[in-house]
């Protein structure tokens, strides 16, 4: 079997090739679930703000139903 080298705490360890992907894999997995969690907070935030200025948010679709069957 293949040896990789990755680097932990900066130092380069040579691991089997199954290991050196497992520990990728899991960075991926993280840094993929932290920018999803920062993606949601965005838009969480961004109406949050958006409902303290105006007070509330646009029209809702039970009322733009009741404007189109007018």
């Known amino acids: ?3 990789q ?3 932990i705490d900066g130092e380069e360890r040579m691991v089997r ?3 050196a992907k497992a ?3 899991v960075r991926w997995a993280l840094l993929s ?3 999803f969690v920062l993606i949601m907070a ?6 949050v703000f958006k409902m303290a ?3 509330g948010l646009d029209r809702t679709p039970a009322d733009i139903e009741r404007e ?3």
Do not use: N, P, V
């Not at 965005?42 to 109406?47: D, I, R, V």
């Open 1 to 3: 079997m293949s040896k």
């Open 5 to 7: 080298a990755i680097s």
């Open 17 to 19: 090739e199954d290991t």
């Open 23 to 25: 520990y990728r894999g």
């Open 33 to 35: 679930i932290a920018a």
């Open 42 to 47: 965005a838009l969480f935030f961004s109406g």
């Open 53 to 55: 200025s105006d007070g």
């Open 68 to 70: 189109a069957g007018r």
